[in-house]
């Protein structure tokens, strides 16, 4: 009794979804190196709009103390040499305010303390400009004592503005100064980002080749060759592991292989049980397999014949008609049947009938000779007892006819022919009512 082969029914992924794993893989690592990458460069610039907007923080506040520095010392140089209105527009306090606050402003608008100390500035800008007012006017009417009595009240004004500018200068230095480092570890980490990700997409490829290769192509040079092995006859690979289309398509292989088997041993079974020689000629009318009732029909080895012209083993008078029988075959495209003889190996002659098929696709001629030996022998048995017994007949003295059942001529011999005056060819067939003459009229 067969046992059923028991299926692997291991879980395992489809190849549908190892396809899917091959490629949601490498296009998810390579969408987060995309996404860390434009990580970093976004840090990377918004460091470089930090460094511009504080040197551009750091100018404005220089030409602000500028304009402050100018203003006292116009103030102060007033007192010393006087001076009229030009010269006081020279170095005119409000004037480089409404020029440098604005952009200030607007580039301080998102730091609430460094915006603060420029309130407190602008602030203290229009107080001192106030005081300095005073004191110009002091200038006036004390002259140099009274411009050397005001030097620490301006000093004071000038010491007061100054804090104030320093302390949104000092932040903002502080990020001039650093900026520049944060950038280059910045570039230095982009660096290393794309150097690690095309190691690691490397090592990605690396280990889905090995994978596609045990997954995909190992296994499909498996049946490819087990294709082989089939074919050459040979023991299959042992059954593919998984789950698969591929495992499954491999157990239907093998469930094929099996009916193949089964059938190919009822062939075997057929063609060597069989009492007619069974055998293949190539297109050159040589043997290419002989079944075994060779030996015993022929008395020849099957293997002996393998290889060798069949008119090895016809008589040469019946050569010439074996080979067109056989080119008739093959032009027809049809089963044909013809007689032919053998030449048996010890030298005994035999009589048999040939089946042909010629296969296009295989260019092999498909025969089976059935031996007919007998039938001619008792043919010609039946041939010669029936001349000897025309010839008693046609010696009879008497006149003789035969006839059927049904009452048909079938024969008359030559002393019935003289009597009677008939020919058998005119007879034969006819009624013998046809030459019976009624006398009782």
């Given at each position: 009794?067969?046992?059923?082969?028991?299926?692997?029914?291991?879980?395992?992924?489809?190849?549908?979804?190892?396809?899917?794993?091959?490629?949601?893989?490498?296009?998810?690592?390579?969408?987060?190196?995309?996404?860390?990458?434009?990580?970093l460069?976004?840090q990377?610039?918004?460091?470089?709009?930090?460094?511009?907007?504080?040197?551009?923080?750091?100018?404005h506040?220089?030409?602000?103390?500028?304009?402050?520095?100018g203003?006292i010392?116009?103030v102060?140089?007033?007192?010393?040499?006087g001076?009229?209105?030009?010269?006081?527009?020279?170095?005119?306090l409000?004037?480089?305010?409404?020029?440098e606050?604005?952009?200030?402003?607007?580039?301080?608008?998102?730091?609430?303390?460094?915006?603060?100390?420029?309130?407190?500035?602008?602030?203290?800008?229009?107080a001192?400009?106030?005081?300095?007012?005073?004191?110009?006017?002091m200038?006036?009417?004390?002259?140099?004592?009274?411009?050397?009595?005001?030097?620490?009240t301006?000093?004071?004004?000038?010491?007061?503005?100054?804090?104030?500018?320093?302390?949104?200068?000092?932040?903002?230095?502080?990020?001039?100064?650093?900026?520049?480092?944060?950038?280059?570890?910045?570039r230095?980490?982009?660096?290393?980002?794309?150097?690690?990700g095309?190691?690691?997409?490397?090592?990605?490829?690396?280990?889905?080749?090995?994978?596609?290769?045990?997954?995909?192509?190992?296994?499909?040079?498996?049946?490819?060759?087990?294709?082989?092995?089939?074919?050459?006859g040979?023991?299959?690979?042992?059954p593919?592991?998984?789950?698969?289309e591929l495992?499954?398509?491999?157990?239907?292989?093998?469930?094929?292989?099996?009916?193949?088997?089964a059938?190919?041993r009822k062939?075997?079974?057929v063609?060597?049980?069989?009492?007619?020689?069974?055998?293949?000629?190539?297109?050159?009318?040589?043997?290419?397999?002989?079944?075994?009732?060779?030996?015993?029909?022929?008395?020849?080895?099957?293997?002996?014949?393998?290889g060798?012209h069949c008119?090895?083993?016809?008589?040469?008078v019946?050569?010439k008609?074996?080979?067109e029988?056989?080119?008739?075959?093959?032009?027809?495209?049809?089963?044909?049947?013809f007689?032919?003889?053998?030449?048996?190996k010890h030298?005994?002659?035999?009589?048999i009938?040939?089946?042909?098929?010629?296969?296009?696709?295989?260019?092999?001629f498909?025969?089976?000779?059935h031996?007919?030996?007998?039938?001619?022998?008792?043919?010609?048995?039946?041939?010669?007892?029936?001349?000897?017994?025309?010839?008693?007949?046609?010696s009879?003295?008497i006149g003789?006819?035969?006839?059927?059942?049904?009452?048909?001529?079938?024969?008359a011999?030559?002393?019935?022919?003289?009597?009677?005056?008939?020919?058998?060819?005119?007879?034969?067939g006819?009624?013998?009512?046809?030459?019976?003459?009624d006398?009782?009229?």
């Amino acid at each position: 009794m067969r046992l059923k082969r028991r299926r692997n029914m291991q879980p395992g992924l489809k190849l549908s979804q190892k396809v899917f794993f091959l490629v949601a893989v490498p296009l998810t690592v390579q969408l987060t190196f995309v996404a860390m990458l434009g990580h970093l460069l976004d840090q990377a610039e918004k460091e470089r709009e930090r460094e511009g907007r504080a040197r551009q923080i750091i100018h404005h506040v220089n030409q602000i103390h500028r304009i402050i520095i100018g203003y006292i010392a116009g103030v102060a140089g007033e007192g010393l040499i006087g001076g009229g209105s030009k010269l006081e527009q020279s170095y005119s306090l409000r004037a480089g305010f409404d020029r440098e606050l604005p952009p200030l402003q607007a580039l301080l608008a998102d730091n609430p303390k460094e915006f603060a100390h420029l309130l407190r500035l602008q602030k203290k800008a229009e107080a001192s400009a106030e005081k300095l007012k005073q004191v110009k006017r002091m200038f006036k009417h004390g002259g140099d004592l009274a411009l050397a009595g005001e030097l620490p009240t301006m000093k004071l004004i000038l010491r007061d503005l100054i804090s104030e500018l320093e302390a949104i200068l000092s932040e903002e230095r502080l990020i001039e100064r650093t900026s520049p480092k944060i950038q280059a570890t910045q570039r230095q980490r982009v660096r290393e980002l794309l150097l690690t990700g095309v190691i690691l997409n490397i090592i990605i490829s690396i280990v889905l080749v090995f994978y596609f290769n045990k997954s995909f192509t190992n296994r499909l040079a498996i049946m490819m060759d087990n294709s082989i092995r089939l074919g050459l006859g040979q023991r299959l690979n042992p059954p593919l592991s998984g789950n698969d289309e591929l495992s499954h398509l491999d157990s239907r292989f093998r469930d094929m292989t099996g009916a193949l088997d089964a059938a190919a041993r009822k062939e075997r079974a057929v063609v060597e049980n069989a009492a007619d020689v069974i055998f293949s000629l190539d297109d050159s009318a040589n043997f290419t397999k002989v079944s075994p009732a060779a030996l015993k029909m022929w008395g020849y080895d099957p293997a002996f014949l393998v290889g060798k012209h069949c008119l090895a083993i016809v008589p040469k008078v019946d050569a010439k008609k074996t080979m067109e029988a056989l080119n008739k075959v093959k032009s027809d495209d049809a089963n044909n049947t013809f007689e032919s003889r053998v030449v048996r190996k010890h030298g005994e002659i035999i009589d048999i009938v040939w089946s042909v098929h010629w296969s296009e696709p295989d260019n092999l001629f498909f025969c089976v000779a059935h031996d007919i030996t007998e039938r001619k022998i008792a043919e010609q048995v039946i041939k010669e007892a029936e001349a000897r017994v025309r010839q008693i007949l046609e010696s009879l003295p008497i006149g003789l006819m035969m006839v059927t059942l049904d009452g048909k001529i079938v024969l008359a011999n030559k002393t019935f022919e003289e009597v009677f005056g008939f020919n058998l060819a005119d007879i034969e067939g006819e009624t013998i009512d046809s030459i019976l003459v009624d006398n009782r009229s």
